[in-house]
Every structure is written in structure tokens, then in C-alpha cells.
């Protein structure tokens, strides 16, 4: 249906001092601070995790040397989405509009809505993190406190016990990382490099990060994660994470999360001929997921 006069009443009467309510600043981007941007030209992409080979055994004198196997592991798979958005404004409603031009206004809120759609599509995939109906390609949810590997055991990246964030349960994700196996239970080393929190923790995450000392304390000790920089790259908000109390500490494991554009934002004008209004359309294609669960740690609050 076309934005009509009927619509837009006051904006055809003289007097009017101001429009307002699409000009707001908006939260954008912040997919970029968890998700690296790759390009695709098909439908869906899949990313393919290998295992590798175990640990090397000792080789008695004499002996035969020990031959391994290496195989496939798990299917990640991205299957991009489609977003479009449009809207009409009538022939009449642009000749009549007494003010600055409707379709620069509404181009703009037109661009908000496209944005907001990616930052919640992104957002989702920590949104979902916990949720067992939302598996990645090892079968299990994001954050998991069982991941299975091909080698025979399991890997966790969510606290054994929930918890909120404070001292004791960052310290205990940060050691935890540094647990992390491979597909055939070898040690890795990866580290935490950044804190994603919802707007709720700010204050609390910049109080762990950013004190000399350590938080709601009295004792004259040095705010340890700070002095070894254990989280180099600071924390950042997320401000379409819904989890009040749930954060997670992207880690520098690769092939993590990754952003998938398929076909990048474009918009559209075109005129109807027999009725004379003006439509504008914008649309893209992207998808928003993970390969490595390695990429992330999580708790989803106590």
C-alpha cells in the first residue's frame, strides 16, 4: 500500500515547524567486533572441520613406524537469507508535500531498518548460544559444556557452573581456554581477546578490566587479568544481546564466526506508469553463523 496523503496530513499544512522521529542515531555495525566478512557467490557455503593426527608414540628399536588416520570431522554450513524492505508514496503526496523531500526522509529510516534487521540477525547466533535447538555443525548448541571431538573426548566452552560475571568466573573462563583440545585431543593454544557483553554488564566489565586493583575488595592486590593482559582487545557491548546477565570472551581461534555476504545492500527507485506513484526498494543477502565453537567462551549468567 502507498504512503498517501492521508498520511501525511500535518506535512501538507502550512505552519509546521518541525518533522522528527527518523532522524535518531542508530547502534551499527556492531556485528563487525564478533564476526569476520567473507564473500560468497552460492547458495549456502560449508566450512569442513579436519582432524588431525594423535599425539606421536615412542618407536621401539626395530619396530615399525606407527601409521595414523586423519578424516573429516563436522559440516558447518551458512545458508544465506534474503532481506528486502520497500515502500510507495503516491504521485500526489510528493507534489503536495510542502517540506523537505519524503523520499530522502524515508530512504533514511528505510536504511535503519535494513541495518537493525543485520545487527539482530547477528546477534542471534550469541542469542541462541545456549539453546540446543540451535546446534552447530558438532551437533551441539554454541556454547556447550560437552562438545564432542572424533578423537574420543570432549571440550567445553561454557562454564561447568553457570555464573554471572565477576572475578572469580572470568578467571575461571580464561583458564578454561587455555584447557582447549583439537579434533584429537592435543592441546592448543588459544587465547581470550575480547569480552562481548549486553549493555547491562558495562559497568561491571569495566570495573574488571580497567581497575588497577582488584573489584570489591580490600586486600591491595593487582587486578591480575588486567596485568597480563588476558583480554587485550578490552570489552565490547552488544546492544542487541537479550541475555541481561550472560557474556562470552571471543577467543583467537580461526574460522570462528563468520559473516557470509552473498549479495551486498542495494537500493532501487522506480515510477509506476498507470498510477504515477514513486517505489523504493533496498535488499541483501547475507548469513550470520560459526564453524569453530573454539571461537568463543560463555556463561549464561547464574
Known amino acids: 500500500m502507498a504512503i498517501s496523503r492521508a498520511q501525511l496530513v500535518k506535512e501538507l499544512e502550512p505552519g509546521l515547524n518541525a ?31 579436519l582432524g588431525g593426527f594423535d599425539a606421536a608414540p615412542v618407536k621401539s628399536e626395530g619396530a615399525g613406524v606407527a601409521f595414523d588416520t586423519a578424516q573429516e570431522s563436522f559440516t558447518a554450513r551458512y545458508t544465506h537469507d534474503t532481506v528486502a524492505l520497500a515502500f510507495s508514496i503516491t504521485e500526489e503526496a510528493i507534489e503536495d508535500n510542502l517540506y523537505d523531500r519524503l523520499s530522502a526522509r524515508y530512504t533514511r529510516a528505510l536504511a535503519r531498518s535494513m541495518s537493525t534487521t543485520k545487527q539482530i540477525k547477528a546477534a542471534s547466533v550469541l542469542n541462541n548460544a545456549f539453546n540446543s535447538s540451535f546446534a552447530g555443525g558438532d551437533g551441539k548448541e554454541l556454547c556447550a559444556t560437552d562438545h564432542p571431538t572424533i578423537g574420543g573426548g570432549t571440550f567445553r566452552n561454557e562454564l561447568s557452573t553457570s555464573a554471572d560475571l565477576n572475578e572469580t568466573s572470568l578467571e575461571q573462563a580464561l583458564i578454561d581456554i587455555a584447557a582447549f583440545i583439537d579434533e584429537r585431543g592435543l592441546r592448543i593454544a588459544i587465547q581470550g581477546t575480547k ?11 569495566d570495573r574488571l578490566l580497567e581497575s588497577p586493583g582488584r573489584v570489591n575488595t580490600s586486600d591491595n592486590d593487582i587486578n591480575a587479568v588486567r596485568n597480563m593482559g588476558m583480554i587485550p582487545q578490552g570489552y ?42 514513486v517505489r523504493y526498494k533496498a535488499r541483501e543477502r547475507y548469513s550470520f553463523g560459526f564453524s569453530d565453537p573454539r571461537c568463543v567462551f560463555g556463561s549464561p549468567g547464574a
Open 19 to 49: 518533522l522528527f522521529g527518523l532522524e535518531y542515531d542508530r547502534y551499527e555495525n556492531e556485528h563487525a567486533e564478533i564476526f569476520d566478512t567473507e564473500t560468497s557467490d552460492r547458495a549456502f557455503e560449508e566450512e569442513v572441520m
Open 195 to 205: 569480552l562481548i557483553i549486553p549493555k547491562e554488564l558495562q559497568f561491571t566489565a
Open 236 to 277: 565490547v557491548v552488544n546492544h542487541y544481546l537479550t541475555d541481561t546477565d550472560a557474556f562470552f570472551i571471543k577467543t583467537d581461534s580461526p574460522n570462528g564466526f563468520k559473516m557470509f555476504e552473498r549479495s551486498p545492500i542495494r537500493t532501487s527507485m522506480e515510477a509506476d506508469f498507470d498510477t504515477g506513484n
